[in-house]
């Protein structure tokens, strides 16, 4: 009988297990989806552009979340401003020049060079035919501290074996013929990818192919002063050594621009225990506008990360409407919107790599929120839920409180599909709480799934479930509340050893 009464009053009121606070709820509550969907429209507004990093529309943006600070009550932590400026690195197609044998070549006709690595000044080197790069060339000629000219097989030069057999011999610099035109064009169009528009926090090489020269068949062998036929024949007989060597003259200036931009941080200072600091992020770049195209070229990120910060907004608001009324959480909380998320984590990165305003060693968690305002196809028409990510892997503390308030408050499916650091979408490294983990900082990443509209102009408001927008951002803030407000600090599981 016992068990059947349990059972039944399990059923009937199963939140009323654990109670709930009132002063608690009473803020959660105050998170409206008028005020999301408010703020919402305004950073995924065709205005904005897209809020592309370094654009002026991610500029407004920054200056609405600023102004949105300052009106509820938070404090600009970076000396007393709500920005912290960045200044990355954009790749332009470096400037190249090429000399052989006294002759000056034209670049993008005569040859394509992939890579962006140099310091401008010129480097002369003798260039020397090693057949395809197979071990049995290589053992014909020495190709250590040279230039290497070589026939390349397709146009594949992403772990192509005979390449890394070259550079594995200690050639300074490789030359490869392609004898097709198709496969001349089809490097040429990588060349400008890899070249352009990529961001970095420093001017190093902001990616990793290998400095390369790609020619025509025809051009290569002239430079050798020979044929492609008479190449070959020398390959057949196994006679690399019948084609003299010849001088090439080589400088490659790499190409920067640099990019302004901001994260947007506001500061809500905690009571008695104000050294130890929470920090919610949500990204609110995004990826622009389209080049070219048809129709709507705008990329308005509504979901991907609009949803993310009007979240990260809401709880801001409700956290300062509790200090106003003397109920401000004891640990200070951070609200941080970062910036050039979409190309590379890299204003996270800067946060936690080289100018965290607050220090990592009194960080006691990060709550990132990336995509929470939509279902997958997976959840169409099923309970409200959120793909919850990284919560066990740091601190098992953190992940059963996790659990234990949104049973207690929000009772949201927690679908841990994507929390599993192997599965293919690697989602685990994807997004800005990936910074502060690899810190060993405690995280949890809230995420609604992959959808059609995901990085399209079709990402719009429109298509934004604001009732499950505002669960979720209810979910988060109880969470906050608990993670600024219990007594323990959230530890992570493994500290660091002092004896290191
Ligand atoms: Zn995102």
């Known amino acids: ?145 040279k230039a290497v000219l070589i026939f390349l097989e397709g146009a594949s030069i992403r772990n192509n074996p005979a390449l890394q057999q070259v550079r594995n011999s200690g050639a300074k610099m490789i030359f490869a013929m392609v004898e097709k035109e198709e496969d001349f064009k089809s490097l040429s169009a990588l060349a400008d990818v890899i070249s352009r528009g990529r961001m970095s926090l420093t001017m190093g090489t902001p990616y990793t192919v290998t400095n390369l020269f790609i020619l025509h068949a025809a051009t290569g062998s002239r430079f050798m002063k020979s044929s492609p036929e008479r190449l070959k024949k020398a390959m057949e007989e196994n006679d690399l050594k019948a084609i003299n060597p010849v001088t090439v003259a080589y400088s490659v200036k790499p190409g920067f621009k640099e990019v302004k931009t ?27 506008k389209r080049n070219s195209g048809e129709g709507d070229l705008i990329n308005n990120g509504a979901d991907d990360d609009g949803s993310g910060t009007v979240a990260v907004m809401a709880i801001a608001s409700a956290f300062a409407k509790a200090k106003q009324e003397g109920k401000g959480p004891r640990r200070s909380i951070l609200f941080m919107t970062v910036t050039a998320e979409e190309v590379g984590l890299l204003g996270s990165q800067y946060y936690t790599n080289t100018q965290p305003v607050f220090p990592l060693e009194k960080t006691v968690v990060n709550l990132n929120i990336d995509m929470i305002g939509r279902s997958d196809p997976k959840h169409q028409n099923q309970a409200p839920y959120v793909y919850v990510i990284g919560s066990d892997k740091l601190s098992t503390e953190l992940h059963r409180v996790s659990e234990s308030v949104n049973k207690k408050y929000t009772n949201l499916v927690f679908d841990y599909t994507y929390n599993d650091p192997a599965h293919p979408e690697r989602l685990y490294y994807r997004s800005d709480h990936w ?12 995420f609604d799934g992959i959808h059609e509209n995901y990085h399209k102009p079709s990402d719009e408001v429109s298509k934004i479930d604001f009732d499950l927008l505002t669960k979720r951002t209810k979910c988060i803030f109880y969470t906050a509340w608990e993670i600024a407000n219990r007594e323990n600090r959230i530890m992570p599981d493994v500290q660091p050893s002092n004896q290191n």
């Open 1 to 145: 009988m016992l068990i059947r009464i349990l059972l039944c009053w399990f059923a009937v009121v199963p939140f009323s297990l654990v109670a709930q606070n009132p002063t608690v709820l009473r803020y959660g509550n105050g998170i409206t989806s008028k005020e999301l969907k408010d703020n919402l429209s305004v950073l995924a507004s065709d205005v904005l552009e897209g809020r592309g990093t370094g654009t002026r529309g991610q500029k407004m943006a920054a200056a609405f979340i600023a102004s949105y600070f300052e009106e509820i009550g938070l404090k600009g932590p970076v000396n007393d401003s709500y920005f912290q400026p960045i200044t990355l690195y954009s790749s332009k197609a470096p400037e190249v020049h090429l000399e052989v044998s006294g002759d000056e070549l034209t670049p993008n006709k005569d040859f394509i060079f992939i890579g962006s690595g140099g310091t401008g000044e010129t480097i002369q080197l003798p260039l020397h035919f090693a057949g395809k790069g197979t071990e049995v060339d290589l053992n014909q000629v020495e190709v250590r501290d």
């Open 262 to 288: 901001e994260n947007v941080l506001g500061f809500l200072e905690g009571s008695d225990k104000k050294e130890e600091v929470l920090v919610i992020t949500a990204h609110y770049d995004h990826i622009g």
């Open 435 to 446: 910074n502060f983990a690899s810190k060993n900082i405690p995280v949890i990443f809230y």
